[in-house]
């Protein structure tokens, strides 16, 4: 792992450890339905071994375990392991919890999807993670990434853009309340 990726990890940690709430629409079936409907009917979970890389707060275990899944290893690297932990204590018996990356599952652990959502474009090299995935699934297995996409987004990207190159610049004492405000506003 490089200096970008544990910055990136620390920046996240702190993120799901200020803001630690899976509600609404963001967490629910129907979020994850249109996520990856299209590649997995819920149906094809009934059961099934997974994992999920970056795991955060929890959000994708519970709806991987609402689709059904048996059993479901959440890989967190960050400090919010503790985030996570709690707000899937209700459901511990069906999860085992990495306190790490990819690099963490060990080789004899074979699932039958793995799934990561909005994760690895995050990660400076994603090849080993990819390729440490590949060797953790079944035969049969398959995995799902989710990855921010370019294509569709120009207008949303035009109006990020200028805003990012400000605000990631701003202390977080003001970044927070900036945060609020326009979140208000939308």
Same mark, same amino acid.
């Not at 970056?54 to 959440?74: C, F, P, Q």
């Not at 953790?136 to 207008?155: D, F, S, T």
């Given at each position: 792992?490089?200096?970008?990726? #544990?910055?990136? +990890?620390? #920046?996240?940690?702190?993120?799901?450890?200020?803001?630690?709430?899976?509600?609404?629409?963001?967490?629910?079936?129907? *979020?994850?339905?249109?996520?990856?409907?299209?590649?997995?009917?819920?149906?094809?979970?009934?059961?099934?071994?997974?994992?999920?890389?970056?795991?955060?707060?929890?959000? +994708?275990? $519970?709806?991987?375990? #609402?689709?059904?899944?048996?059993e479901v290893t959440?890989?967190?690297?960050?400090?919010?392991?503790?985030? !996570?932990?709690?707000?899937?204590?209700?459901?511990? #018996?069906?999860? =085992?919890?990495? =306190?790490?990356?990819?690099?963490?599952?060990?080789? $004899?652990? =074979?699932? $039958?999807? +793995?799934?990561?959502?909005?994760? +690895? =474009?995050h990660i400076a090299?994603?090849?080993?993670?990819?390729?440490?995935?590949?060797?953790?699934?079944?035969?049969?297995?398959?995995?799902?990434?989710? !990855?921010?996409?370019?294509?569709?987004?120009?207008?949303?990207?035009?109006?990020?853009?200028? *805003?990012?190159?400000?605000?990631?610049?701003?202390?977080?004492?003001?970044?927070?309340?900036?945060?609020?405000? *326009?979140?208000?506003? !939308?």
């Amino acid at each position: 792992m490089n200096r970008s990726d #544990d910055n990136t +990890i620390r #920046d996240f940690g702190r993120q799901w450890s200020a803001w630690r709430d899976n509600d609404g629409y963001y967490a629910s079936p129907e *979020l994850f339905e249109d996520m990856v409907g299209s590649l997995v009917d819920a149906s094809q979970l009934e059961g099934k071994t997974v994992a999920e890389i970056g795991s955060g707060t929890g959000r +994708i275990v $519970d709806m991987l375990l #609402d689709a059904g899944a048996g059993e479901v290893t959440a890989v967190e690297p960050s400090e919010a392991i503790d985030v !996570l932990k709690t707000n899937t204590a209700g459901r511990a #018996d069906r999860i =085992h919890y990495i =306190h790490g990356t990819a690099a963490d599952l060990k080789d $004899d652990d =074979h699932f $039958d999807w +793995i799934f990561s959502i909005g994760v +690895i =474009h995050h990660i400076a090299d994603p090849g080993p993670t990819l390729a440490k995935c590949r060797q953790c699934l079944k035969p049969a297995g398959r995995i799902v990434l989710w !990855l921010y996409g370019h294509e569709g987004n120009e207008l949303y990207l035009a109006l990020m853009r200028p *805003l990012r190159a400000v605000t990631k610049r701003l202390p977080h004492r003001v970044l927070v309340p900036l945060s609020w405000i *326009l979140g208000w506003l !939308l």
